[in-house]
């Protein structure tokens, strides 16, 4: 069911002071198996979020009238992953939100092979209806627990040249999706060299144990970090090379990311591999993960 | 004596309470990494869990017809620990296999709970219809002795649940916890059946 509403100053009077802007309109909401999801406009923009009117974060956005151009600081750090291959021809991307960063890729690399794994449908369809995402004949999108999907893919041995970790509840990365298994179990499905690209926060005790996690699975990495942190190497580790030929892949693809309202002089200076963290932080496992509860303590 | 007895009841019901629940809620832990955490595998294993404990109230109540007493109430205490061992023990290797041998998650994690806490579950649910058996002493109190040993037992239902989640996953591994659920479990079934093994 469609709803229209617009959000009146009132709503300050009364306290809300985290209400959204007095123009946001709701055009759609729906619970899902999983969650709440709303679809909100404001002048050119429109949003996905989980939690409304008070939101806590925004799970997509685009701009309707300059669609192309990605909106969020993580949208656009996350595809720095290009630096480390500028040509991918097998991506996973786990975690579909209004379908941003595949529609993105599908655009940059249409021959590309895109496997897409979401596990509410009812976001595919609001990615699909309000957000325009179309996947293209080389586009599978697999509605499924990440976990479950990396886990039976490894049987067919994808060799993915690049996975992207984006999946998120209402509060943060299922558990189950943050452990050393699983990572292990990513690794598996990936080339050699293949690149790993997580989305992640970064500002809660839960910050050392994962970037620990990490670490120990995928060894050093770049770890781009503004307000959401974005973990950015290789099944292997990272290469020598990697940060010089970085920059000449940036050259390359610098006419691609403008288009996408980022380049290198945004991105570049973010590929940091100082270790910020308490690397003797316990690591997540299957048994021990309490990665929301950590999630919910300020960093120490 | 009779109030001795009492004690222990409702120590084993409200210590079975606690544990049934701990290992409802570490059980969806334990199976996310096969079948994921989607509401079907929480929809298996609740289903899981009541099917366990109402077949249990059912054998509970049979059971407690024929000599019933203290020290058979402890070993059915004492048994539900036991039959969560092979959770401990091969629990992955059964995830394993059953991840290999069904595609369906839905099926995959109903078939799994049933493989590994249907039979703890039952001889947990079996502890409260027997404990009110050894409590009732006449008619008229029994609806009250019943009620009473509710209440122990599910205030232990819902510590067991909220320490597990807010408490012991942050600090300890799944099978750490289990681990020293199941010796909780064994010590309380043993020193009830010690110190009311002369009134058997």
């Given at each position: 069911?469609?709803?229209?509403?617009?959000?009146?100053?009132?709503?300050?009077?009364?306290?809300?002071?985290?209400?959204?802007?007095?123009?946001?309109?709701?055009?759609?909401?729906?619970?899902?198996?999983?969650?709440?999801?709303?679809?909100?406009?404001?002048?050119?923009?429109?949003?996905?979020?989980?939690?409304?009117?008070?939101?806590?974060?925004?799970?997509?956005?685009?701009?309707?009238?300059?669609?192309?151009?990605?909106?969020?600081?993580?949208?656009?750090?996350?595809?720095?992953?290009?630096?480390?291959?500028?040509?991918?021809?097998?991506?996973?991307?786990?975690?579909?939100?209004?379908?941003?960063?595949?529609?993105?890729?599908?655009?940059?690399?249409?021959?590309?092979?895109?496997?897409?794994?979401?596990?509410?449908?009812?976001?595919?369809?609001?990615?699909?209806?309000?957000?325009?995402?179309?996947?293209?004949?080389?586009?599978?999108?697999?509605?499924?627990?990440?976990?479950?999907?990396?886990?039976?893919?490894?049987?067919?041995?994808?060799?993915?040249?690049?996975?992207?970790?984006?999946?998120?509840?209402?509060?943060?990365?299922?558990?189950?999706?943050?452990?050393?298994?699983?990572?292990?179990?990513?690794?598996?499905?990936?080339?050699?060299?293949?690149?790993?690209?997580?989305?992640?926060?970064?500002?809660?005790?839960?910050?050392?144990?994962?970037?620990?996690?990490?670490?120990?699975?995928?060894?050093?990495?770049?770890?781009?970090?503004?307000?959401?942190?974005?973990?950015?190497?290789?099944?292997?580790?990272?290469?020598?090379?990697?940060?010089?030929?970085?920059?000449?892949?940036?050259?390359?693809?610098?006419?691609?990311?403008?288009?996408?309202?980022?380049?290198?002089?945004?991105?570049?200076?973010?590929?940091?591999?100082?270790?910020?963290?308490?690397?003797?932080?316990?690591?997540?496992?299957?048994?021990?993960?309490?990665?929301?509860?950590?999630?919910?303590?300020?960093?120490? | 004596?009779?109030?001795?007895?009492?004690?222990?009841?409702?120590?084993?019901?409200?210590?079975?309470?606690?544990?049934?629940?701990?290992?409802?809620?570490?059980?969806?832990?334990?199976?996310?990494?096969?079948?994921?955490?989607?509401?079907?595998?929480?929809?298996?294993?609740?289903?899981?869990?009541?099917?366990?404990?109402?077949?249990?109230?059912?054998?509970?109540?049979?059971?407690?017809?024929?000599?019933?007493?203290?020290?058979?109430?402890?070993?059915?205490?004492?048994?539900?620990?036991?039959?969560?061992?092979?959770?401990?023990?091969?629990?992955?290797?059964?995830?394993?296999?059953?991840?290999?041998?069904?595609?369906?998650?839905?099926?995959?994690?109903?078939?799994?709970?049933?493989?590994?806490?249907?039979?703890?579950?039952?001889?947990?649910?079996?502890?409260?219809?027997?404990?009110?058996?050894?409590?009732?002493?006449?008619?008229?109190?029994?609806?009250?002795?019943?009620?009473?040993?509710?209440?122990?037992?599910?205030?232990?239902?819902?510590?067991?649940?909220?320490?597990?989640?807010?408490?012991?996953?942050?600090?300890?591994?799944v099978n750490t916890i289990l681990l020293a659920a199941i010796g909780?479990?064994?010590?309380?079934?043993?020193?009830?059946?010690?110190?009311?093994?002369?009134?058997?």
């Amino acid at each position: 069911m469609k709803r229209i509403l617009t959000i009146v100053a009132a709503f300050c009077a009364l306290g809300f002071t985290a209400a959204p802007a007095a123009a946001q309109q709701l055009l759609h909401q729906e619970r899902s198996l999983y969650r709440n999801i709303f679809v909100t406009q404001d002048g050119d923009e429109r949003c996905m979020l989980f939690r409304w009117p008070r939101p806590l974060g925004r799970e997509s956005c685009r701009m309707l009238h300059n669609p192309e151009k990605l909106i969020f600081d993580y949208t656009q750090m996350m595809l720095a992953g290009l630096y480390l291959d500028p040509s991918p021809k097998r991506i996973l991307i786990i975690g579909e939100g209004g379908g941003t960063i595949p529609t993105a890729l599908q655009e940059m690399f249409p021959a590309t092979q895109i496997d897409l794994v979401e596990l509410d449908k009812a976001i595919d369809g609001v990615a699909r209806t309000y957000f325009d995402f179309k996947p293209g004949p080389n586009m599978h999108v697999f509605i499924e627990d990440g976990r479950v999907y990396v886990k039976r893919a490894a049987a067919q041995k994808p060799n993915y040249d690049m996975v992207m970790l984006d999946a998120f509840d209402a509060d943060y990365i299922p558990e189950h999706m943050l452990t050393r298994e699983f990572l292990e179990e990513v690794r598996a499905d990936m080339a050699p060299h293949g690149v790993i690209v997580a989305n992640t926060f970064s500002d809660s005790a839960l910050y050392d144990h994962e970037s620990a996690t990490y670490a120990t699975v995928f060894g050093p990495y770049f770890n781009l970090k503004l307000a959401n942190r974005i973990i950015l190497g290789r099944a292997g580790g990272l290469a020598p090379d990697d940060l010089a030929n970085a920059r000449k892949n940036a050259a390359t693809l610098e006419p691609m990311l403008s288009k996408r309202g980022t380049g290198s002089d945004f991105l570049l200076p973010l590929l940091s591999t100082k270790v910020d963290w308490d690397p003797n932080s316990r690591i997540l496992t299957d048994q021990y993960s309490p990665s929301n509860l950590l999630n919910a303590l300020p960093r120490r | 004596m009779a109030r001795k007895q009492s004690l222990w009841c409702y120590t084993i019901a409200g210590w079975s309470g606690f544990y049934v629940m701990l290992v409802e809620l570490l059980s969806g832990r334990l199976i996310a990494p096969s079948f994921g955490s989607s509401i079907y595998v929480w929809g298996s294993v609740i289903f899981v869990f009541m099917l366990g404990l109402a077949i249990g109230y059912l054998f509970g109540g049979i059971f407690s017809r024929y000599s019933p007493s203290l020290l058979r109430l402890c070993g059915i205490l004492v048994a539900a620990a036991i039959a969560t061992l092979p959770t401990l023990f091969f629990g992955t290797q059964f995830l394993d296999f059953m991840f290999d041998k069904i595609t369906d998650p839905r099926f995959g994690s109903l078939l799994t709970c049933l493989g590994l806490f249907l039979v703890p579950t039952i001889f947990a649910g079996m502890v409260s219809p027997y404990a009110i058996r050894i409590l009732v002493k006449n008619r008229e109190s029994s609806g009250h002795d019943a009620g009473y040993l509710y209440f122990i037992s599910t205030i232990g239902s819902s510590l067991g649940t909220l320490l597990t989640a807010f408490y012991l996953v942050l600090l300890f591994e799944v099978n750490t916890i289990l681990l020293a659920a199941i010796g909780i479990s064994v010590a309380v079934g043993g020193l009830g059946a010690l110190a009311n093994y002369r009134k058997v």
